[in-house]
C-alpha cells in the first residue's frame, strides 16, 4: 500500500507518494525538477501513474486537479521545461508539461488528453459527464472559455516583449464578460451543474493566474464568474494545488528573464 504525504514548500505543495515496496528513486521526492544532464527516471513502479510536470504550469494543474480529484496514486518527476533534459522528448514528443506514464510504460501528453484518459480509468464518479449532451456542452463551455486563455497568452507574449498590454487587456475584459454571460445562463454554482466537473478543473488554472496577468480586477465585473471563482477556492484538489499570488509572481518575474530556476522558484 502507498503512504501519502503533503507537503508545503514556499507555497507550493507538493503530493508525493512513495511505496513501501517500490520507493522511488530520485525523482518522486526530489524537490527540484530535472534539467539538462539529468538521468533518465526508471520505470514507473506498479500501481503507480507518473506525471511529469512543472510547479507553475496552468496545464499541468490541470493534470494534477484530476489526479487529486480522482484520488489517483501517482508520483511526479519535475521537469525543467525551461532547461529540458534530452530524454523528456521521449515521454513528451513536443517537450511539454504534463505528460503521463504508466506502469505499462504508456505515455499520454497534452492536457486535455491527459485529463480524459485519467478520469477513464479510475473507479468511481466520473468528472466527465457520461450523457452524450452534457459532455458536448461541457465541451462547447471549453470552447468558449479557449477565447479567453488564448487572450491571457497573448498578454503573457506582450509582457516577455515588453510591450504595452493596454488594449489586450481591454480585449480581453470584453471576451471575459461575454464569457460572464455564457455562465450565467448555466444556472449553475459549478459550469457543469451542482458538483465541480471537468470543464471547472480545465478552467481553473487560468483564472488562478489572473493575477500574474495583471487582470484579476476584470473578475470584479464578472459576477457570476466571480461567484464561481470563490466556490472554486473551497475545492479540495485546488486547495491542495494552489500557490500564493507572490509565489506565481516570484516564478513569474523570473520566467520573464528567461531565467531557467525560475521553475524551481520557492524551493
Ligand atoms: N497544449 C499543451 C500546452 C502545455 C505547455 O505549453 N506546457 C508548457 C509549460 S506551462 C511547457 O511545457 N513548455 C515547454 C516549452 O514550451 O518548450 C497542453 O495542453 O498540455
Request: hydrophobic share 45%; charged share 20%.
Amino acid at each position: 500500500m502507498g503512504v501519502t504525504w503533503w507537503w508545503i514548500t514556499g507555497g507550493v505543495i507538493l503530493h508525493l507518494t512513495a511505496y513501501t515496496a517500490h520507493q522511488s528513486p530520485i525523482m518522486a521526492g526530489s524537490t527540484k525538477s530535472l534539467a539538462k544532464g539529468s538521468p533518465a527516471p526508471g520505470p514507473v513502479p506498479d500501481g503507480l501513474i507518473r506525471a511529469y510536470l512543472m510547479r507553475f504550469c496552468p496545464f499541468a494543474q490541470r493534470a494534477q486537479l484530476v489526479l487529486i480529484a480522482r484520488e489517483i496514486n501517482y508520483e511526479v518527476v519535475y521537469v525543467n521545461t525551461l532547461n529540458k533534459p534530452d530524454w523528456f522528448f521521449e515521454k513528451s514528443p513536443f517537450g511539454l508539461v504534463p505528460a503521463i506514464e504508466t506502469s505499462e510504460g504508456q505515455l499520454i501528453y497534452e492536457s486535455l488528453i491527459v485529463c480524459d484518459y485519467l478520469d477513464e480509468v479510475s473507479p468511481g464518479k466520473k468528472l466527465t459527464p457520461e450523457d452524450p449532451f452534457q459532455k458536448a456542452q461541457q465541451r462547447m463551455l471549453l470552447e468558449h472559455f479557449f477565447k479567453v486563455e488564448n487572450l491571457v497568452f497573448k498578454i503573457l507574449g506582450a509582457l516577455k516583449n515588453n510591450a504595452d498590454t493596454s488594449a489586450l487587456k481591454a480585449e480581453f475584459l470584453k471576451k471575459l464578460i461575454l464569457f460572464d454571460e455564457i455562465v450565467s445562463k448555466l444556472n449553475t454554482p459549478y459550469v457543469g451543474g451542482s458538483s465541480v466537473s471537468m470543464a471547472d478543473y480545465m478552467m481553473w488554472p487560468i483564472f488562478e493566474r489572473f493575477s500574474i496577468f495583471g487582470v484579476k480586477d476584470c473578475l470584479e465585473k464578472t459576477p457570476h464568474l466571480h461567484q464561481w471563482y470563490q466556490l472554486m477556492l473551497q475545492d479540495p484538489a485546488v486547495k491542495a494545488t494552489f500557490t500564493k499570488p507572490e509565489v506565481q509572481e516570484g516564478f513569474f518575474k523570473l520566467y520573464l528573464q528567461g531565467i531557467p530556476e525560475a521553475v524551481d522558484y520557492g524551493i
